[in-house]
């Protein structure tokens, strides 16, 4: 999402509260026309294709590196750059229940037809992007000012308001239930997790207990 007036960009991470804040900040960020446009295209992607994580990427779930190359290096640097990171034992568990809620989704038969530790199984099998990986360069550098954490959402949110001279309040959206995620792992499949987001344990600090 890129506001050229109030100077923003959010990198959207998928499952990491991004609707959410997409919905909140939208009416800075697009005209009317605009709004029409992106729900049209988004039904069109729907319909036509989905990539393999059953997520879509482009200007949706674009990484900070796509949208540097969309927008320049100029406005790119001269905004405000932000995102949201998540858990990645929660975020998973999420993504697996969110891909069980709509038949179309692309992995929906087999987050269906398998556990958690089958569905996490299958995602390494496949290959799944961290969320560190939306937000660095080539050399592994930060390319956005903050990064906010889905944990601390409400408070992290306003932070970003704050930053930007904005009081926007946040809806719930995509929820796919809530709960202690550590109960639906079994020890293989926090293992899984580990392996395949090592990066963003690493980087943002995160741990299963």
Same mark, same amino acid.
């Given at each position: 999402m890129i506001d050229p007036q109030n100077r923003f960009i959010f990198i959207h991470?998928?499952?990491?509260? !991004?609707?959410?804040?997409?919905? $909140?900040?939208? %009416? %800075? $960020?697009?005209?009317p026309r605009q709004r029409l446009l992106q729900t049209l295209m988004r039904r069109l992607r729907r319909k036509t294709k989905h990539d393999r994580y059953g997520l879509y990427r482009g200007g949706w779930h674009g990484t900070a590196r796509e949208v540097r190359e969309a927008v320049g290096a100029e406005t790119f640097e001269g905004a405000y750059k932000f995102a949201f990171v998540r858990n990645p034992w929660d975020r998973m568990l999420s993504l697996y229940r969110f891909e069980q809620l709509e038949p179309k989704r692309c992995h929906y038969e087999v987050s269906k037809s398998t556990d958690l530790e089958g569905y996490l199984h299958y995602l390494a099998s496949v290959g799944s992007p961290t969320q560190e990986s939306y937000l660095v360069d080539d050399q592994g550098d930060l390319l956005v000012d903050y990064v906010g954490r889905f944990e601390t959402l409400? @408070?992290?949110?306003? #932070?970003?308001?704050?930053? #930007? !001279?904005?009081?926007?309040? #946040?809806? %719930?959206? @995509?929820?796919?239930?809530? !709960?202690?995620f550590r109960a639906r792992f079994t020890p293989k499949a926090v293992d #899984?997790?580990?392996?395949?987001? $090592? $990066?963003?344990?690493?980087?943002? !600090?995160?741990?299963?207990?």
């Amino acid at each position: 999402m890129i506001d050229p007036q109030n100077r923003f960009i959010f990198i959207h991470i998928p499952k990491s509260a !991004g609707q959410s804040i997409s919905t $909140a900040l939208r %009416h %800075h $960020a697009l005209t009317p026309r605009q709004r029409l446009l992106q729900t049209l295209m988004r039904r069109l992607r729907r319909k036509t294709k989905h990539d393999r994580y059953g997520l879509y990427r482009g200007g949706w779930h674009g990484t900070a590196r796509e949208v540097r190359e969309a927008v320049g290096a100029e406005t790119f640097e001269g905004a405000y750059k932000f995102a949201f990171v998540r858990n990645p034992w929660d975020r998973m568990l999420s993504l697996y229940r969110f891909e069980q809620l709509e038949p179309k989704r692309c992995h929906y038969e087999v987050s269906k037809s398998t556990d958690l530790e089958g569905y996490l199984h299958y995602l390494a099998s496949v290959g799944s992007p961290t969320q560190e990986s939306y937000l660095v360069d080539d050399q592994g550098d930060l390319l956005v000012d903050y990064v906010g954490r889905f944990e601390t959402l409400e @408070n992290d949110f306003a #932070l970003v308001c704050d930053e #930007l !001279g904005m009081t926007e309040r #946040l809806p %719930h959206k @995509n929820s796919s239930g809530r !709960g202690d995620f550590r109960a639906r792992f079994t020890p293989k499949a926090v293992d #899984l997790v580990a392996e395949m987001f $090592a $990066a963003d344990i690493d980087r943002f !600090g995160y741990r299963f207990e």
